[in-house]
């Protein structure tokens, strides 16, 4: 077998027990990654579990293309949701991933709950628990030096900040000081099983099945990205994200407000002037990546690794409303220090501010923070996440499938992500539609047109506010974003590198010689699987849906002024999603689906 | 002969030169059965192989004079070695490592005039140039106090 590290661990929390389970079992029918983590997820978590009970698990799967091949540093997380109680995922960069495959495992699925705090500490064969109630009370970035000493030089950690030992749904997985696997509050699951990192560490290299071919095709992979126009941009894009997020008309200020917000363009220059003048930054990299999507930033005595991303320092700039870059910069140190998922929180502090809880724009953010993570006083409501804010204190808020805080774009322009959003099983839009067209049309119309004509056969629909043709777009990107997830590839590259290139290269690491046809068949299995998760749970077409007051919302200034989401043309749209992945009117996948992908059984 | 300058504030600590390193000489890709370390703290990170000194400590130490020089590339004769070690141990930089699993020395040979580290690097952070630089030779001298 090659590419694959061949074993995947399973780790009994409850008895001490450690088993490990050949990869082979899963490769043909689910590939790996994301594919293998949902039916593993299908096959172990009890449909009347809860989030947080021992009976849930949680899932770290790498993919066969992870650690070799450029840009494929990804891992992915598959858990029940405690913010959604439906199925729950999110990926991450960084090193864990490849070293973990280095360890000689493709993933680890924990389940059970640990009597005592533990780390466990992953070395080929060597396997332990240590105790970690020294370090249950610290935030990530200690917890990670502490974790680092107790194992060899070259370690790798995942960790969870205090957030997510305090079970605070908002609470995301930390890779190193850096990558978060952030939705979903995966954190809460991997606290409520006393489990407090994982270090993994090895000497195993990657097996690959014609090296010369590889070598050959990584080269070109490489090549078409630092050949790419937008390659260089990569370099000045801390300074430059806001602004440009701006531009695409994508951020949504506060909690939902209606008005816009007229500091908008002053805060994102000062962001850019903070990045540019005032802070010392040094580009970086995931694991065989040369985009330098994140970068380690010192200003002031503090520092801190900092991905630049919608869902970072720009959600926070523009969510919490704040012109202050040096403030912004503050709140990104505790939400990162405490392993928080900084679009969620973000979301939950603002809709706290319309309660009159907490000022935006003011230091109190900080204090509000460290209620949340204490679950102090009225933190402790914040800290089950929006929809149970909502419930408690009977005002509106904004919330997508499940009652997951939405991502840091903004959703009453945009009618596909608006779907997604509604469809997408974990809820968790970023999963489905990074790089979709109507992200892109204010700032890069010609790619983001030619997008949509190739997918749907029109260029008019990579506009956000048409409806038409957005339920094959977004069928389309959840495809692209299952393929990446599961081959451990990074979304961005994978779509930006023809695909004839990856496939070459994940023939010439696993053997394998799979079609464009091939991948896209396995992402709709996977995709229908995911479905057929929920469905078991209970769930139907009527859970497909937002909030009540993103459909009541209508722009009142700004770019989008009289923009609104027309609820009648949204379920349409759904319908149609359903019809082109082969499922019923109540979003159930039908027969003749389940057995188009051999997932009869299943059932 | 061709020599390897590592630019070391271009290098954004992607690991590639080690993942191309391991693939073409041990067929695998391995960061411990590299010839290239990518070394660093937290944002600064660079990598580092073999130096091919002018009097190498190395080659002055072998016992068995098991490492020799073609051209100006160091290799180690495999059938000489008698796996000491004692090349891994007096490198001041760690530039000769030992693959146990293969039980031999493995070192930078500069595959053999064109370096794959420094053709796949996407940030242009090694360079290859046809000359030992004079600053080099000047940063060796000082590290044996030959001058200031």
């Not at chain 1, 009117?585 to 389940?594: A, D, Q, R, S, V």
């Not at chain 2, 420094?118 to 000359?131: H, L, N, R, T, W």
Request: glycine letters at 10%.
């Amino acid at each position: 077998m090659f590419g694959y590290a061949g074993k995947i661990l399973f780790v009994d929390l409850t008895n001490g027990v450690i088993k490990k389970e050949e990869t082979e079992r899963y490769i043909a029918d689910f590939l790996g990654g994301r594919g293998i983590a949902t039916k593993i997820a299908y096959d172990m978590i009890p449909p009347g579990a809860n989030a947080l009970d021992p009976k849930n698990a949680l899932i770290f799967m790498t993919g066969p293309m992870t650690g070799a091949a450029p840009s494929s540093s990804r891992i992915d997380v598959v858990s029940l949701s405690p913010v959604t109680n439906m199925l729950g995922g999110s990926s991450a960069g960084g090193d864990f991933g490849t070293f973990l495959k280095f360890s000689g495992y493709d993933g680890i699925v924990i389940y059970g709950k640990s009597e005592e705090k533990v780390f466990l500490k992953i070395c080929e064969n060597d396997i332990a628990f240590e105790g970690a109630s020294k370090i249950w009370d610290k935030d990530v970035f200690e917890s990670v030096d502490y974790m680092k000493e107790a194992g060899r030089e070259m370690v790798e950690v995942a960790t969870i900040g205090r957030g997510g030992a305090n079970l605070v749904k908002m609470s995301g997985i930390s890779f190193s000081k850096r990558s978060l696997a952030s939705r979903g509050g995966l954190g809460a699951v991997m606290g409520s099983k006393n489990l407090k990192g994982i270090v993994v560490s090895g000497c195993k290299g990657i097996k690959v099945r014609n090296k010369d071919v590889l070598k050959k095709t990584n080269y070109e992979i490489l090549r078409k990205l630092v050949e790419s126009p937008s390659y260089e941009k990569y370099k000045t894009w801390h300074a430059k994200i806001a602004a440009s997020l701006l531009k695409a008309r994508r951020p949504y200020f506060g909690d939902y407000e209606e008005e816009y917000w007229e500091d908008a363009e002053e805060a994102a220059g000062n962001a850019r002037e903070f990045f540019e003048n005032k802070v010392k930054l040094k580009s970086n990299s995931c694991f065989s990546c040369p985009l330098r999507c994140w970068a380690w930033i010192e200003y002031e005595g503090e520092e801190a690794p900092m991905v630049a991303c919608q869902g970072t320092f720009s959600a926070i700039t523009f969510i919490l409303k704040i012109k202050e870059p040096e403030l912004a910069w503050k709140i990104y140190l505790k939400m990162q220090r405490e392993g928080l998922d900084i679009m969620s929180t973000s979301a939950v502090i603002a809709y706290a501010s319309r309660l009159g809880k907490v000022k935006l724009g003011s230091e109190e953010i900080l204090d509000f923070i460290e209620r949340i993570v204490n679950r102090e006083g009225e933190g402790d409501i914040f800290a089950e996440g929006i929809k149970k804010a909502e419930e408690h204190f009977g005002v509106p808020a904004v919330y997508v499938k499940g009652g997951m805080e939405s991502w840091s774009s903004d959703l009453r322009p945009f009618r596909g992500i608006s779907l997604a959003a509604a469809v997408t099983e974990s809820g968790s839009i970023s999963r489905a539609v990074h790089g979709f067209p109507e992200s892109s049309y204010y700032t890069k119309p010609e790619k983001a047109k030619k997008v949509a004509k190739k997918i749907a056969g029109r260029e008019d629909i990579a506009e956000p506010t048409i409806y038409e043709e957005k339920h094959k777009l977004v069928a389309h990107f959840e495809n692209e974003h299952i393929i990446a997830d599961s081959l451990g590839i990074c979304d961005t590259p994978l779509l930006s590198v023809p695909e004839e290139l990856w496939l070459k290269a994940f023939a010439a690491i696993t053997g394998l010689n799979y079609s464009s046809e091939d991948l896209h068949y396995y992402a709709e299995k996977i995709r229908t699987l995911e479905r057929l998760f929920n469905v078991r749970r209970g769930l139907n077409a009527k859970n497909d849906t937002l909030s009540d007051r993103l459909f009541q919302s209508r722009f009142r200034s700004g770019p989008w002024k009289g923009v609104g989401i027309d609820r009648e043309k949204f379920e349409e749209l759904k319908k149609k999603y359903y019809e082109l992945r082969g499922w019923d009117e109540n979003g159930i996948p039908k027969k003749e689906t389940l057995k188009k992908y051999g997932l009869e059984v299943e059932r | 002969m061709p020599y390897l300058i590592v630019h070391e504030d271009k290098c954004v600590g992607c690991h590639t030169c080690e993942m191309v390193c391991s693939l073409s000489h041990e067929g695998v890709i391995n960061l411990n059965l590299s010839r290239i370390h990518v070394v660093g703290y937290k944002g600064e990170k660079f990598p580092i192989m073999c130096l091919q000194c002018e009097d190498a400590p190395c080659e002055l130490i072998c016992p068995m004079e098991a490492i020799y020089k073609e051209g100006d590339i160091r290799y180690v004769d495999g059938e000489k070695c008698i796996r000491c070690k004692m090349c891994s141990l007096v490198c001041p930089i760690g530039g000769v490592i030992y693959d146990a699993i293969n039980h031999k020395m493995l070192r930078c040979d500069l595959c053999g005039g064109d370096p794959q580290c420094a053709k796949y690097c996407p940030m242009d952070a090694i360079e290859v140039v046809e000359e030992v630089p004079e600053r080099r030779k000047k940063g060796v001298r000082v590290l044996y106090g030959e001058e200031d």
